[in-house]
């Protein structure tokens, strides 16, 4: 089963907005399979978002990541990948659509809330990198009432 890794950023959380985003992939359907909260370093933040390294905006964003706790996450379900980029909306809050996490709860691009892999592929680097230990092995058990 995909799965895809889920960051509340600083500003999520000191919104108190984890309660409400979490609930939104669980409402869905999807199952938690990997949380915690912590605060990066710089260096792990670098690490987080090195395809972005030559964008001007790198620096700040760094910054960003760092000022504050984060909530880390693994979701899974089908297709998680996409659908959660769904949930999330569009990068920048002034073009993702009401109903979204970032239309509903954000309004600059660079305090935008959340964080999801953009593919299977990054979403098995970001997973390795922010959960080594591995993530929890259960399966739900209302399972066969999401799926057919
Ligand atoms: N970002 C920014 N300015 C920009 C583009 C992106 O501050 O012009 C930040 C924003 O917080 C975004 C993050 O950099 O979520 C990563 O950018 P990416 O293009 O990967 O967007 P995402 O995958 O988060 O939608
Ligand atoms: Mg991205």
């Not at 390294?53 to 880390?72: C, D, H, Q």
């Not at 996450?73 to 659908?83: A, D, F, H, I, S």
Request: net charge neutral; hydrophobic share 40%; aromatic share 10%.
């Amino acid at each position: 089963m995909e799965q895809t890794f889920i960051m509340i950023k600083p500003d999520g959380v000191q919104r108190g907005l984890v309660g409400e985003i979490i609930g939104r992939f669980e409402k869905k359907g999807f199952t938690l399979k990997g949380l915690k909260f912590i605060t990066v370093d710089r260096h792990f933040a670098e690490q987080h978002y090195a395809d972005l390294s030559a964008k001007p905006f790198f620096n700040g964003l760094v910054e960003y990541i760092i000022s504050g706790p984060v909530t880390a996450m693994v979701w899974e379900g089908k297709n998680v990948v996409t659908t959660g980029r769904k949930i999330i909306g569009a990068t920048n809050p002034a073009d993702s659509a009401p109903g979204t996490i970032r239309g509903d709860y954000a309004i600059d691009i660079g305090r935008n809330v959340i964080h999801g892999s953009d593919s299977v592929e990054s979403a098995k680097k970001e997973i390795a990198l922010w959960f080594p230990e591995g993530i929890a092995e259960w399966r739900s058990s209302v399972h066969q009432w999401i799926y057919e």
